[in-house]
C-alpha cells in the first residue's frame, strides 16, 4: 500500500549551489606529474649600457655668464614721526631680492598724505610679483645680446608705472578714500647679464659703483678702483619738500628711466630721501663714501641689517637731520663664477 505524503511538505525544494574554486596553499598538495629542473636562463647578448656624459661642462658655462650678487635692504622709521603727538608708522617700502633676478625697489610715501604707508608697501609688493609674471619680457630686453632701442624701454617703464597707479586706484576703490591718500614716490632697478633698466618718479635717489682700471699702477690690485655715480636728476621742485608722486596728477614725461649697461657694475643701491640727506648729495650730482665701505661688507657677506638699522640711528646720522623715514636697498657683486 502506498504511503501517503504528509502536508504541507515541499514537493521540490530550492538548493543554490556555488562553485568555490580550491585555494592552493602551503599544505595544499602540488598535483602530480613529471617534475622539471629549474634551469636559469641564457644571459642576454645585449650590449652593456654605457653610462651618460657628466653635465659639467654645461653647468659651468651656465654658471659662468650668471654673476653672484649680495642683497640686503631695511626701512626704519623717523624719530619725527616717533616724537609726534599721535606716532606715524614707517612710510618707506623697500625691496632688495636676488631670488629670481637682482631687484631693487623702494617706494616713500607722502608725509602729507593720511595712509601712504599702505600706499607704497602695496606698490613695492604688487610691482615685484609684476617682475616676476613679466620675465620672459625681462629677459628680452636685459639678457639678449639685441640691443633694445630707446622706444621699447620707454615703452617699458611707463607700464610699470601704470601698473603702480593701478593699484593704488584699487586701494583707493577697497578703502573708500581718495587716491591721493596713498600715494607715494618709486625708484627701481631690474638687473639682466647685459644690461640694467632703472626708473624713477619723485625724489628718492639711485647710485651705482662701477669698477675702473687706473693706468700706471704698479700691481694688479692697484689698477683697480671703484667709482660711485647716480641716475636722474633730484627730482625736486621748486621748494623744499616738493617732489612728483604716483598719483592722478602724475604725467608721462616725469617718469625718469633708462638702460645701461652691466659691464665693470659692482654694486647698486636705492633709497627714500630721508637716507639720502647723509649718503647724497643734496643736488643728486654726488653718493657718499659710507655707500662703498657698505658695498665691501655685503661683498664679503659681513653686512647685516642690523649694522643699516644702527646707523639710521646713531647720532652722527640723526643729528641735525629732519627725522624722516629712512630705508635704503642694495645689491653687491661678491663675484662672477668661471
Not at 13 to 31: D, G
Not at 210 to 216: D, V
Not at 305 to 316: E, G, K, Q, V
Request: glycine content about 6%.
Amino acid at each position: 500500500m502506498p504511503r501517503k505524503k504528509k502536508l504541507g511538505a515541499a514537493r521540490n525544494p530550492v538548493v543554490t549551489s556555488i562553485r568555490v574554486k580550491p585555494r592552493r596553499h602551503a599544505r595544499t598538495p602540488a598535483p602530480v606529474g613529471p617534475v622539471r629542473k629549474a634551469t636559469r636562463p641564457a644571459a642576454s647578448k645585449r650590449a652593456p649600457v654605457q653610462p651618460c656624459p657628466a653635465p659639467a661642462a654645461v653647468t659651468q658655462i651656465t654658471q659662468a655668464a650668471a654673476p653672484v650678487w649680495h642683497a640686503q635692504y631695511e626701512a626704519v622709521v623717523g624719530l619725527s614721526h616717533r616724537d609726534s603727538r599721535y606716532p606715524l608708522p614707517c612710510q618707506d617700502a623697500v625691496l632688495a631680492q636676488v631670488s629670481s633676478r637682482p631687484m631693487l625697489l623702494v617706494a616713500d610715501g607722502a608725509g602729507s598724505s593720511a595712509v601712504s604707508e599702505i600706499g607704497s608697501q602695496s606698490v613695492v609688493t604688487g610691482l615685484a610679483r609684476l617682475f616676476q609674471t613679466l620675465e620672459y619680457l625681462l629677459a628680452e630686453l636685459l639678457d639678449s645680446d639685441d640691443a633694445s632701442d630707446e622706444a621699447r624701454t620707454r615703452q617699458f617703464a611707463l607700464v610699470i608705472v601704470k601698473h603702480a597707479r593701478g593699484i593704488l586706484e584699487d586701494l583707493s576703490r577697497a578703502h573708500r578714500r581718495a587716491l591721493g591718500d596713498f600715494r607715494c614716490t618709486l625708484s627701481a632697478v631690474i638687473l639682466g647679464r647685459k644690461r640694467l633698466i632703472w626708473l624713477k618718479v619723485g625724489d628718492s635717489p639711485l647710485v651705482l659703483e662701477h669698477e675702473r682700471q687706473q693706468a700706471g699702477a704698479s700691481n694688479e690690485s692697484e689698477r683697480k678702483d671703484r667709482v660711485l655715480s647716480t641716475l636722474g636728476h633730484n627730482g625736486k621742485g621748486e621748494f623744499a619738500n616738493q617732489t612728483v608722486f604716483i598719483d592722478e596728477k602724475l604725467q608721462p614725461d616725469e617718469v625718469q628711466f633708462g638702460l645701461l649697461p652691466v659691464h665693470q657694475l659692482t654694486g647698486v643701491a636705492v633709497m627714500s630721501d630721508g637716507a639720502a640727506e647723509r649718503l647724497v648729495a643734496t643736488d643728486g650730482s654726488k653718493a657718499s663714501i659710507q655707500l662703498s665701505q657698505w658695498f665691501a661688507a655685503l661683498r664679503s657677506d659681513t653686512f647685516s641689517r642690523r649694522a643699516l638699522t644702527r646707523f639710521f640711528y646713531s647720532d652722527d646720522f640723526t643729528k641735525g637731520s629732519s627725522g624722516d623715514d629712512c630705508s635704503v636697498g642694495m645689491l653687491s657683486l661678491m663675484q662672477t663664477v668661471g
